[in-house]
């Protein structure tokens, strides 16, 4: 079975600075996708970014890239340039990619992240 | 439609009475999942569709839970004889899952909050 973990349950950054939230994962795996979903005070949860597990190369999306160590099973978000608006729950979340057809998808417990201005 | 739509956004419901919760993915979406979230805490999943059929049920806590998804489109969650411990938020999404064009990204509706008293 996969597990995710996130071991920072709260964390906060000044508004402009930059912010690094951990996630570590345990699979037997070699094929899987890792995720950052991120859940405003609406509930509804939305992608951030993605990373495909065979790609060495980290994904980055505008202010937001990750940290992937495939050996030591960490993915790790980095927020630059932090923004009011990005004051949400972030998720991390593990998906399997078995014969073509992507399986559930497995989240770690959260990081409450708060902007300050 | 455009997004990911859920049914009731709200809905509060005395013990022991059943309860249905709707979704409707996004059109063309082939897989479509539940999951359940409880106050403050990470999604846990509950069961996955590809097409009409269910592979993966693993999730659903008890007899009480079932679900079901007709012409490749509208699910339906219900939970019998409701519990206090069934409230909690069900979020559900859908993902376009045909091998090349996978993404393994979801699109997640708002959720239906339950309320069991």
């Known amino acids: 079975a996969q597990t995710v973990t996130q071991s920072q349950p709260e964390m906060s950054v000044q508004e402009a600075e930059t912010v690094t939230l951990s996630c570590t994962y345990d699979?037997?795996?070699?094929?899987?996708?890792l995720f950052w979903y991120k859940q405003p005070p609406s509930r509804q949860m939305i992608l951030v970014i993605r990373?495909?597990?065979?790609?060495?190369q980290n994904a980055t999306e505008n202010r937001f890239s990750v940290n992937f160590q495939k050996a030591a099973k960490s993915f790790s978000l980095k927020i630059s340039d932090s923004q009011l608006g990005d004051t949400a729950m972030y998720f991390c979340?593990?998906?399997?990619?078995?014969?073509?057809?992507?399986?559930?998808?497995?989240f770690g417990s959260g990081t409450q992240l708060t902007v300050l201005p | 439609g455009a997004g990911v739509s859920q049914s009731p956004s709200n809905k509060v419901t005395e013990k022991g009475k059943d309860v249905e919760l709707r979704c409707d993915p996004i059109?063309?979406?082939?897989?479509l999942y539940w999951y359940r979230q409880r106050l403050g805490q990470g999604l846990e999943f509950l069961i996955y569709?590809?097409?009409?059929?269910?592979?993966?049920k693993s999730g659903l806590p008890s007899d009480r839970f079932s679900a079901e998804r007709t012409g490749e489109s509208v699910s339906t969650l219900t939970i019998q004889r409701t519990q206090q411990e069934d409230s909690a938020v069900y979020l559900c999404?859908?993902?376009?899952?045909?091998?090349?064009?996978?993404?393994?990204?979801?699109?997640f509706g708002e959720g239906s909050r339950l309320t069991v008293l």
């Open positions: 999404a859908s993902s376009l899952n045909r091998g090349s064009l996978n993404t393994g990204e979801l699109f």
């Open positions: 059109s063309g979406h082939t897989a």
């Open positions: 569709f590809q097409g009409n059929s269910a592979p993966d």
């Open positions: 979340a593990f998906m399997t990619h078995v014969g073509g057809s992507a399986r559930q998808l497995t």
């Open positions: 699979t037997s795996e070699s094929n899987y996708y």
């Open positions: 990373q495909e597990a065979y790609k060495q």
